[in-house]
């Protein structure tokens, strides 16, 4: 199993994220439940401090400047997955938000995480086989490919993160709050906006003008209402299943 590396520079392209990536209640509820009763938390590749519970004592760890220049909640300290400044056993739990597939050694990242939580490890992370079912698929494969790329099997997280574990398909509502490409499935004039898909790493890893292609390709789409005619009962759908899988894994 080859390492995922940190592929995206978020010292250089993470400005903005906070405004677009606010964390959706729903998605979040699912997060803390899965954390039990914890009381201690670190959230590794904390970034801007989505999906923390504010009512328990948290640990961040987030190695970009430019995202822990936008957290609002507790301090993060500079650190990487794959060497956490922790004892074994320190923390109640631990928590990885859409960060796993930018650790440069997967397998060394999810075994620091089970060392130092007692109770569960909680990971959100994306099913890359899940991806083309998304309706961006018809205009940008190359960013859906990409993403495959880019995403560990969701069972080799599982079977690294305890002795059992459980996997959730986390449904995705229709006015989802957390800007990610695919909450934009019933909503699709938001993709047009360049502020949205800066706060999108996905993006950064087309070929030299896909991007703009696909933007003039979906706003033609939108206008002459093809987009409508093939994908139109989507903006009523009150729930898509996406890629986004929350896994939970026990010692």
């Not at 220049?69 to 794959?82: C, L, S, T, Y």
Request: proline share 7%; aromatic share 8%.
């Amino acid at each position: 199993m080859k390492p995922h590396g940190g592929d995206f520079d978020y010292e250089a392209h993470g400005a903005g994220y906070a405004a677009v990536r606010e964390p959706d209640p729903r998605i979040e509820a699912l997060v803390h439940a899965a954390l039990g009763d914890a009381r201690t938390v670190l959230n590794v590749g904390a970034g801007a401090g989505s999906y923390e519970p504010t009512d328990r004592y948290v640990i961040a760890l987030e190695p970009a400047a430019a995202m822990r220049a936008q957290r609002v909640g507790v301090p993060a300290i500079v650190g990487f997955a794959e060497a956490l400044p922790l004892d074994d056993g320190a923390v109640d739990a631990a928590m990885a938000m859409m960060t796993v597939h930018q650790w440069s050694d997967l397998d060394r990242g999810l075994a620091e995480l089970r060392r130092v939580a007692r109770g569960p490890v909680v990971v959100l992370a994306g099913d890359g086989d899940s991806l083309p079912r998304y309706w961006l698929n018809d205009y940008a494969p190359d960013l859906i490919a990409a993403e495959r790329r880019r995403y560990p099997p969701i069972e080799y997280i599982a079977a690294r993160i305890g002795a059992r574990a459980e996997v959730q398909a986390v449904p995705i509502h229709l006015d989802c709050a957390d800007g990610f490409t695919e909450a934009f499935y019933g909503r699709p004039e938001r993709l047009l906006d360049p502020a949205v898909r800066k706060a999108q790493s996905s993006w950064g890893f087309l070929p030299e003008g896909a991007e703009a292609r696909f933007v003039a390709a979906l706003r033609a789409d939108l206008a002459s209402g093809r987009w409508d005619t093939r994908h139109g009962h989507l903006r009523t759908q009150p729930t898509f299943e996406s890629s986004m899988r929350l896994i939970v894994g026990w010692p």
